[in-house]
């Protein structure tokens, strides 16, 4: 959510800022712009809607200068327009952008309006760009005005700030919104993401919460939040600028559907031998933590929501480890109770989700045993402050919407259900079950890849519905749910995922011709329940799309309309490989609707503030 870059260098740097912008397009904006310090003033070019849109202004009105700020914007206070968009400046004597929200301008704001100033947008940033400018006014330095400034901000923030007073100078600051540093030689850079540097840089800083930085083309000084100088530890990032192309695929969302077999291979990779969990994976002490737990609260937002869901089913049916499930905007503002020996386990793709970091603090402060995350994204937020972070190998994502993120997610989840099953003392015989569907997991996705052609086919059947229903029952709702996601993320298609028993509770006074209804019908205990639900959107004339284990017994083929059968794996590991399939339905739904797959509407990849 918003991408900030900012260089100074011995060179024009506007392409170098421009092109790490395009690299933060995965993260969801609504508009664009840069400002460079050029000559004897501050050159501000920002423009509405895609970094496209920026660049054709760029052309038609170049700027060329040493040291400049970047930022796409994913509106909050304000319209997406270009009065709006970043960056904003104070008398073209102070320029900065800004990512989060300062929940307390408004009182900063009429302090402001008093003291004489005048707001060009509806944004709570122009009020720090002001409240910098006043600092400067009564004498204060570029630094110790922005230091000021920043110290009395409330809410969430990833700030970056370029001043004439000081003009090879950037001064970057971070709270609740992620911010690393990257070294050069001869430059030096900030920005949201490594990814956006990657091209110029692999050696970065993490800024810590409450950091301040400075840099010029040949320092760079860290300022905690007491404002002491600190040495934050410098990381080399090993991260080809390859693998955030989309490597010949027509949008990044089916490379990395196709990435899952891979993916899925790297996070079990070292982690499963002979049947067992290795001690790479899961150590001695952990191992010592785990065996203590008595309950389980799992936190998380999104497609990471639904991985808990899943993997709630397993622990609770293999471990008898009562577990919890719960939106974290939901869990952070309410007062939950926290058992005894309960351990906190929160899920997030970039690790930097916001309210899921913020569940993670009031977490560290309640009572559990010990909080431990899974994350995709070392060195993120979630990855620094957890005890024991789980990190999957699924490789950048830049689609918005998750995909191999999940899997992989789930994968990790599996494992430390084998792992809590062995300490638990399951059946062995069970326990080597589990492996092996686990093992068989990279091939098995892999086959439903191959399903691609007939999704393709059914999908022109959906495409001009207004509505769609998935069901699924036991551990294949939360894959109901997440098929439903995907389809109203990308499409814009409403779509809403159902237990299939709740069918007569309400939703089938939906179901008629016009209805697409999605079912997710795997091999296992529940199979007869299942078919009975889909009779009943059978004599409602609802259009039925029906993912079936062919392994089954099932009596479908002469009573469904799109019957797909699927190589579905062992019931362990089944959810995720039912997973794949219906991601490929949505995209394909997307491609034919024309809607911007990599980059829906009104959504961002990591969701940095509430």
């Not at 993490?206 to 010029?216: A, F, M, R, S």
């Not at 296992?524 to 078919?531: S, T």
Request: charged share 20%; with cysteine; glycine share 6%.
């Amino acid at each position: 959510m918003c991408g900030i870059v900012a260089v100074s260098a011995n060179r024009n740097v506007i392409d170098v800022i421009v092109h790490g912008l395009q690299t933060l397009e995965y993260r969801g904006y609504d508009s664009a712009g840069v400002a460079i310090i050029a000559g004897q003033e501050i050159e501000i070019r920002k423009q509405a809607g895609k970094l496209s849109n920026l660049k054709k202004e760029l052309e038609d009105h170049p700027i060329d200068g040493h040291v400049g700020i970047g930022h796409t914007r994913w509106a909050t206070h304000g319209e997406p327009t270009s009065a709006n968009a970043h960056p904003h400046d104070s008398n073209n004597a102070i320029a900065l952008v800004h990512n989060g929200i300062i929940e307390n301008y408004r009182p900063l704001r009429e302090k402001l309006l008093a003291a004489g100033y005048e707001f060009k947008s509806e944004t709570d940033t122009e009020t720090l760009v002001h409240l910098i400018h006043y600092y400067q006014a009564e004498g204060m330095s570029f630094s110790d005005a922005s230091h000021q400034a920043i110290g009395e901000l409330k809410g969430a923030y990833a700030v970056a700030i370029t001043s004439m007073s000081d003009p090879s100078r950037i001064i970057a600051a971070r709270k609740g919104s992620p911010l690393v540093v990257g070294l050069g030689e001869g430059e030096n850079y900030v920005a949201s993401d490594v990814q956006a540097l990657i091209n110029e840089t692999n050696q970065f800083y993490y800024l810590e919460e409450g950091d301040v930085v400075e840099i010029t083309q040949n320092s760079c000084v860290i300022y905690d939040q007491q404002k002491q100088v600190i040495q934050r530890e410098l990381k080399t990032v090993e991260l080809s600028s390859d693998s955030l192309s989309k490597d010949g695929y027509a949008h990044y969302m089916l490379k990395e559907i196709y990435e899952q077999p891979t993916a899925v291979a790297n996070t079990i990779a070292d982690r499963l031998y002979h049947d067992q969990i290795s001690k790479y994976f899961i150590d001695a002490p952990i191992a010592a933590i785990l065996d203590q737990v008595e309950n389980i609260h799992i936190i998380a937002c999104g497609t990471s929501f639904h991985a808990g869901m899943v993997a709630r089913y397993w622990l609770e049916a293999f471990t008898q480890i009562p577990t919890q499930v719960e939106i974290a905007s939901e869990y952070r503002y309410r007062k939950p109770v926290v058992p005894k020996k309960t351990l906190f386990l929160t899920i997030s793709q970039s690790g930097e989700t916001a309210d899921s970091l913020a569940a993670l603090r009031f977490a560290k402060t309640a009572g559990y045993l010990s909080t431990f995350a899974v994350c995709n994204v070392a060195e993120s937020s979630l990855d620094r402050e957890t005890d024991v972070c789980f990190l999957t190998h699924a490789g950048p994502e830049i689609g918005v919407a998750s995909t191999k993120a999940l899997t992989t997610q789930l994968a990790v989840l599996a494992l430390l259900t084998l792992k809590l099953a062995e300490i638990k003392q399951v059946d062995v015989e069970i326990r080597k079950n589990l492996a092996k569907q686990l093992r068989a997991l990279p091939g098995i996705i892999n086959q439903s890849l191959l399903l691609n052609d007939q999704i393709k086919v059914i999908a022109e059947k959906i495409v001009r519905r207004d509505n769609a229903l998935f069901l699924g029952r036991g551990v294949h709702y939360p894959i109901a749910l997440e098929g439903a996601l995907k389809l109203k993320e990308i499409s814009y298609i409403h779509a809403e995922g159902y237990p299939a028993g709740e069918l007569k509770h309400g939703p089938l006074a939906l179901v008629d011709e016009k209805m697409p209804v999605i079912a997710v019908c795997p091999n296992d205990e529940l199979l007869e329940k299942l078919e009975s639900n889909i009779e009943e959107v059978r004599a409602r004339g609802g259009e039925l799309f029906v993912f079936v284990d062919h392994k089954s017994q099932h009596g479908l083929k002469d009573r469904v309309d799109h019957l797909i059968e699927m190589e579905a794996s062992g019931s362990f590991t089944s959810p995720i490989v039912f997973n794949v399939p219906l991601q490929l339905l949505s995209y394909h739904v997307a491609v034919l609707r024309g809607t911007d797959v990599d980059q829906p509407r009104n959504l961002a990849k990591s969701v940095t503030v509430e």
